[in-house]
């Protein structure tokens, strides 16, 4: 049996991915608030704004999610290659 010490990848420095999709998540909420002030809208208005707004910053989140993903897939190739 083998044994063969395993490392574990620290991030290093600022995830400029993670900032910007917050940054977006942010710019959405501000513009939903900015548009829910208008004044007499339609019924179906405030349900369509909070729908897009939810849909927008789940795309992010699930953007977020697979940069995650190919990141560990990286490190994880690296590591073989480094193996070979």
């Known amino acids: ?6 490392t574990i990848p620290k991030p290093v420095g600022l995830d ?7 940054t977006s998540i942010v710019s959405v909420l501000f513009l939903g608030a900015v ?8 019924s179906w208005y405030h349900p369509v704004l909070i729908a897009g707004m939810a849909t927008s910053m789940i795309g992010m989140g699930l953007r977020y999610l697979a940069h995650l993903r190919q990141k560990r897939e990286i490190h994880k190739a690296k590591a073989q290659a480094e193996r070979t």
């Open 1 to 6: 049996m083998r044994h063969e010490t395993v």
């Open 35 to 42: 548009a829910w002030a208008k004044t007499d809208p339609p």
């Open 16 to 22: 400029l991915k993670a900032i910007g999709y917050l």
